[in-house]
């Protein structure tokens, strides 16, 4: 377990991390209603939840009512399982026949109700604290407010996940490839598109190593 802050007390057997709930208590001031659910890990980290259209509003009060003026990352998750089992992993495991399960489908601590969620983590440089705000992208259009009037920063990580997962985000000034061909079809991030390569050679392969060369008894290379 993470060794728990000074800020960290135990009440009868229950850690208490003051300092991440009253950041997370802030968050859920300022944001009203906007602020869905939330979430603390005692000496190690904490989540919020807002509502779909609450996303900017949080970057807002993050930045210029709470202080939290350096941005982590901007990223997706994509909790729908996988369709093919765990065959991205072994041999073993392949089931061809396997399909997504979405009754199973879980979105951590702080919840959920779609297959994708934003994910931005603001740190304040202050408190030194940095909390993970969530939510839901809605499943027909999967698009989002963007940060990037807030966090600048954020340009290419809003490019990455459009890119990677199909999500659009209103008000980015230039979503286009940064790693794949501009004609290239599909998001390899979500789950359910297959890594064809790992088809071929499951994961781990076998990796061709050439042998190393003869350096004699000297230990020294060729002469």
């Not at 060794?3 to 944001?31: M, N, Q």
């Not at 392949?94 to 702080?110: K, L």
């Not at 209103?170 to 286009?176: E, Q, S």
Request: hydrophobic share 40%; charged share 25%; with cysteine.
């Amino acid at each position: 377990m993470s060794p728990l802050s000074s800020a960290d007390t135990e009440t009868e057997g229950v850690t208490i991390d003051a300092a991440r709930e009253a950041a997370v208590a802030e968050f859920a001031e300022a944001l009203g209603d906007a602020c869905l659910e939330t979430h603390v890990f005692p000496g190690v980290d904490c989540w919020i939840r807002v509502a779909t259209d609450g996303w900017l509003q949080a970057a807002q009060v993050a930045r210029h009512e709470l202080n939290y003026r350096y941005i982590d990352f901007v990223s997706v998750i994509d909790w729908m399982p996988s369709p093919y089992g765990r065959d991205m992993d072994t041999e073993q495991d392949r089931d061809p026949n396997a399909v997504a399960d979405f009754e199973a489908m879980q979105h951590g601590v702080t919840g959920g109700d779609t297959r994708m969620q934003a994910i931005g983590r603001v740190h304040s440089l202050i408190t030194n604290i940095g909390v993970n705000i969530k939510c839901d992208i809605p499943d027909d259009t999967l698009t989002l407010d963007s940060w990037i009037s807030v966090f600048g920063g954020v340009n290419w990580h809003e490019r990455e996940a459009y890119e990677m997962f199909g999500v659009a985000f209103t008000g980015h000034p230039g979503l286009r490839h940064l790693y794949l061909p501009g004609d290239f079809e599909g998001n390899p991030m979500r789950k359910d598109f297959p890594l064809l390569a790992r088809r071929v050679k499951p994961w781990p392969g076998i990796v061709d190593v050439e042998p190393m060369p003869d350096t004699g008894d000297n230990g020294g290379g060729e002469s």
